[in-house]
């Protein structure tokens, strides 16, 4: 097999891994006339840069060879899929190739497990080794992580990747037992644990500006993981609980959330349908409300409901179950208090707070903030502007701010059509001569 053929084949495997972004990622470069490569350089499509460029990525496993039967993973031990599998070199010949053809800035370098974790990781470390210590390559890299790996090749990992990630996969234990039996929670935190570990050290070293690391000894920058939506029985608060526990404890740069899609040939405990999509944008709207708003994962979902309003982003679901909190005074609330008020943003509330320092906040002032005023007007009040309590109740809120009704498509499959008999074509010719013939005798 050639080198074309594995990559159709190993690129295709690795689409279905969402946590690839490079945000946060240290600016690396080669513009002093040294090394290859930057991380801060523009692209075409996939990621982002430190700076908020897109730049793009070759996101490829360096196999699809894999010991684990994960249920939900069309590279699973079982599957009926083509095999393939790069040797590190390889890979580290194609990122260089990619790159100088100005095809891509980075490379995302999953796998699945051959032999055992330990060897596994063993050859992703190589690739990345051959890239950074070699090649002198300064783009930026994603290595993806196995947590049954031994913390000392995690930790190396990260002297040489800008983003590490682990996959929680599930929320729950229970279920991810039932899904992926060689695949635990416990031991995905722990590895979590080591990287946060790692990180802080790497921090407070060059907060002392120390001389002794070497070269490449700084530690990637962050961790990121990703959780599956609409796989198994798990609430909206599942994930919530779960994304919150891993911002706080370990300080995770991102937690993607990727809708179930349904695979080739599945396994008999997977859903035939995939969960609607805008039930993944929801979850990312409230993991936003967690990590920059403030929220608690108790305000966004509640025990009799713990999923979210497919219908309302969750900031006005939840100003809407909280109606005796509003309307908020913009120019006397605290900027804690702005964040919350539904079409408000972190950015426009800051400069709320540094405006009205100098005169009262008038409508036409927010509307030169480009704040979303017609969605903030029933919860704020301003100089020339306050809402009445009565006429704006939650019902007619949540029927105002609702999408609209959309038209249903009929469908007549089955609908059974009586059809008139086909009379044969030659009665049909004889008919018209006959009418024909009454027609020129004057009797019709």
């Known amino acids: 097999m050639n080198t074309l053929e594995k990559l159709e084949i190993l690129a295709d495997a690795a689409k279905y891994d969402a946590s690839c972004a490079s945000s946060g990622a240290r600016k690396r470069d080669s513009r002093g006339g040294k090394g290859v490569g930057s991380a801060g350089g523009v692209g075409i499509c996939h990621s982002y840069a430190p700076d908020g460029r897109c730049i793009s990525l070759l996101k490829v496993l360096l196999t699809n060879v894999c010991l684990y039967d994960c249920h939900y993973c069309i590279n699973r031990r079982s599957s ?91 929320p729950r234990q229970e279920t991810l037992k039932e899904l992926a039996p060689e ?57 919530l609980h779960r994304a ?51 929220f608690e994962v108790g305000e966004l979902t509640t025990a009799k409901e713990p999923n979210l309003d497919l219908d309302l982003d969750p900031k006005l679901s939840w100003a809407l179950r909280n109606r005796a909190t509003f309307p908020v005074d913009v120019n006397r609330a605290s ?23 100098h005169h009262a906040l008038r409508l036409q002032d927010l509307i030169k903030m480009r704040v979303n005023v017609k969605k903030c007007m029933p919860f704020m009040i301003c100089a020339d502007h306050q809402p009445a309590r009565l006429e704006w109740s939650s019902e007619r809120l949540r029927a105002h701010f609702a999408p609209p009704p959309e038209q249903m498509e009929l469908s007549f499959e089955g609908v059974i059509q009586t059809k008139a008999p086909k009379v044969p074509e030659v009665k049909v010719k004889q008919a018209q001569h006959e009418a024909g013939a009454e027609a020129l005798s004057g009797e019709f």
Do not use: C
Request: no cysteine; charged share 30%.
């Open 80 to 170: 009926n899929v083509r095999r393939a599998r790069f040797t590190p070199e390889e890979v580290v010949e194609l990122t260089l190739s990619f790159y100088k053809r100005n095809y891509i800035e980075g490379l995302f370098l999953s796998s699945g497990i051959v032999r055992s974790a330990d060897y596994t990781m063993e050859q992703v470390l190589r690739v990345a080794r051959l890239l950074r210590e070699e090649h002198d390559f300064r783009g930026y890299i994603h290595l993806k992580t196995i947590p049954e790996a031994s913390p000392e090749l995690i930790a190396e990992a990260g002297r040489y990747a800008d983003r590490l990630s682990i996959n929680v996969e599930l």
């Open 183 to 239: 695949k635990n929670v416990a031991r995905t935190r722990n590895a979590m644990g080591t990287i946060r570990g790692r990180i802080d050290e790497a921090k407070s070293i060059r907060r002392e500006k120390s001389r002794s690391r070497k070269k490449y000894g700084v530690f990637a920058t962050g961790q990121s993981t990703q959780m599956i939506v609409g796989m198994d029985g798990s609430t909206d608060a599942h994930f």
């Open 244 to 294: 919150g526990d891993l911002y706080g404890n370990f300080k995770l740069r991102r937690v993607y959330y990727s809708a179930f899609s349904p695979i080739p040939e599945p396994s008999v405990v997977l859903p035939l349908k995939s969960p609607p999509l805008v039930r993944e944008h929801r979850l990312y709207q409230a993991d936003w409300l967690l990590r920059f708003y403030g």
């Open 335 to 357: 900027l804690e208090m702005l964040y919350r008020i539904p079409g408000l943003g972190v950015r426009n509330a800051q400069r709320i707070v540094r405006v009205r320092r």
